[in-house]
């Protein structure tokens, strides 16, 4: 890149060849040649992205800027710390210097980007790979070599004097370890490559937030990443891998957790530790053998065993919870918590039965057919039982599956199903939809099942009363297979009825002549043969309701000559 310097004919100008007037005469302290110079290298040569020499005058901008303490202005021009490599060493260790002066003066508040400044120009400056150049700025300015021992004593001592005045600021301005200059410098300085930028600085920190906690857990300081984390998020319940909030510091958290339960395990902190693994759990970590066997050995001591005798039974509850829901393959937790659960429900059965309930319910939960728990359970409904209190059918319908003799819950279902039944229809029966009359069909013959001696007079009639509706909201709706099939559910019986029997056999009697016509003779005469044995089987008088003549069998009074025999 050159061009013709028309104040001189036949020389020629270099971009490179300005730039070197530039920087020597910064280095020499001529700030005045300094800014004509640039000025010319702009308006003569471009600053093309692609040219390093652009690199060279943003450098010398930077520090033009810098030096008029204009320090976002000089942030702004301060190249990525890759493009460093392109810049004078000189003029990069001067405005490195200058950054560390701003940072170093007292009573003033410093700027996140000098911060940022400083960390990236001696993160270049003291890079083990790339000291060539700096070592030799040093030994220059020497005029004499710089012995191998004494630069590396030199640069440690350096490096440790910026670790302590950006720790200083941290403390001064209470930023945390996350936000920490501190925690931004370490990182850039770790090699993995620029984290920090310079232009693109904020104050509440340098470096995002999810390389700031991978950085802590990697150098070993995760009790600084959980302290700082915590104190932002106090809520640890929600810390959780799929949360927005916690999704870019998840894997880091979790790392730090897990190892922080490990400690707190061999120290004998067994809550401690099986919540910190618990909520590594939650953060996406699978835990590995080592891991699960501290979970084994914090369970065995939180609960039961003489270790853990000091414990409440809500804190032995608390830590075998935790460790079942980390490790709920392990049935020697499962049965531990099931039995502490037990325990707990028996304790208080009678002083908190709502928290019985649910130590009891939480006992099924991890040992399903416990019987310890489910006698607790069945305890509570007995007692709910005599008390009248509000319950829900299937629990009691469970009850009684499991104890045939408990007659509270025989009666309490019969009469459940009863009103179940009555309120099914709040219209008129003759009103009713086939829908509604066989729900409360239906209904009233659970009812009738279920219910005690006392009240099947009274749900028997309820019934019969149903079915005959049915049967003649059937009879005109429907056809006659639909009424044939009620009859032989055996709800009730020929001869209670006058009505209903006339229904049935009209049914049969219809279904016959519809087999004739479709040419199936045994069908029709089969039919007629049921149609004659039920009318036969009519009461003398034209009743409603009343007694079949016949004996009845166990079930609802008949024998077996009626419906069993009619096909």
Request: hydrophobic content about 40%; glycine content about 8%; aromatic content about 4%.
């Amino acid at each position: 890149m050159q061009r013709k310097d028309t104040g001189e004919p036949g020389r020629t100008v270099t971009a490179r060849g300005l730039l070197l007037d530039a920087e020597d005469a910064f280095l020499c302290a001529e700030f005045r040649l300094v800014r004509p110079l640039l000025q010319r290298f702009k308006n003569e040569f471009g600053t093309s992205d692609t040219d390093d020499t652009t690199m060279r005058y943003a450098v010398l901008r930077a520090a033009l800027a810098a030096r008029a303490g204009n320090w976002p202005e000089a942030a702004r021009w301060c190249p990525d710390r890759d493009d460093l490599d392109c810049a004078d060493t000189g003029v990069v260790h001067s405005l490195a210097v200058s950054a560390l002066r701003r940072l170093s003066e007292e009573e003033r508040h410093a700027e996140a980007n000098t911060a940022a400044l400083a960390i990236v120009l001696w993160a270049h400056l003291l890079d083990e790979e790339n000291l060539g150049e700096f070592h030799g700025l040093l030994s220059q300015r020497r005029d004499t070599p710089i012995p191998e021992e004494l630069w590396e004593e030199a640069r440690h001592h350096l490096h440790g004097r910026v670790t302590d005045l950006l720790h200083a600021l941290d403390v001064r301005a209470g930023r945390d370890a996350l936000a920490a200059w501190r925690t931004a410098w370490e990182a850039e300085c770790d090699g993995l490559g620029p984290v920090v930028v310079p232009s693109a600085a904020a104050p509440d920190g340098l470096i995002p937030l999810g390389l700031a906690a991978a950085h802590l857990v990697r150098h070993g300081r995760r009790i600084d990443l959980l302290d700082a984390y915590t104190a932002r998020h106090p809520d640890t319940t929600a810390w959780t891998v799929d949360a927005p909030d916690h999704r870019a510091c998840a894997d880091a958290l979790a790392q730090a957790l897990a190892g922080r339960a490990q400690d707190r395990e061999r120290a004998g902190e067994w809550i401690s530790a099986l919540s910190d693994f618990s909520t590594a759990a939650r953060l996406g970590r699978s835990l590995g053998a080592k891991e699960q066997e501290a979970v084994l050995r914090a369970a065995a001591n939180v609960g039961r065993t003489f270790t853990g005798r000091g414990n409440s039974t809500v804190t032995r509850i608390q830590g075998l919870d935790l460790a079942h829901a980390l490790l709920p393959q392990h049935t020697s937790v499962a049965a531990e918590l099931t039995a502490e659960l037990v325990s707990q429900g028996q304790q208080v059965f009678k002083s908190d039965p709502a928290q019985s309930r649910r130590r009891f319910a939480r006992a099924l939960d991890v040992t399903p057919g416990d019987p310890g728990a489910r006698s607790g359970l069945d305890d509570h409904l007995r007692a709910d039982l005599d008390r009248g209190d509000k319950l829900c059918a299937a629990d009691v319908q469970g009850l009684l599956g499991r104890h045939p003799e408990c007659v509270p819950a025989r009666k309490w279902l019969g009469d459940h199903y009863a009103e179940l039944a009555m309120t099914a229809t709040s219209a008129p029966d003759t009103d009713g939809t086939r829908t509604t009359l066989e729900r409360r069909v239906e209904l009233l013959s659970m009812a009738v099942d279920i219910a005690g001696a006392a009240r099947t007079s009274q749900v028997r009639e309820q019934l019969d009363t149903a079915v005959l509706l049915l049967a003649e909201n059937l009879e005109a709706t429907a056809s006659p297979s639909d009424v044939i099939e009620l009859f032989l559910r055996d709800l009730m019986r020929t001869g209670v009825s006058a009505r209903f029997d006339q229904t049935v056999e009209s049914a049969y009697l219809n279904r016959a002549r519809e087999r004739e016509q479709v040419g199936d003779p045994g069908g029709a005469q089969r039919d007629r043969v049921c149609a004659k044995r039920i009318g036969a089987r009519l009461p003398a008088q034209g009743l409603l309701f009343g007694p079949s003549p016949g004996p009845r069998s166990a079930r609802h009074g008949h024998d077996d000559t009626e419906q069993e025999a009619l096909f």
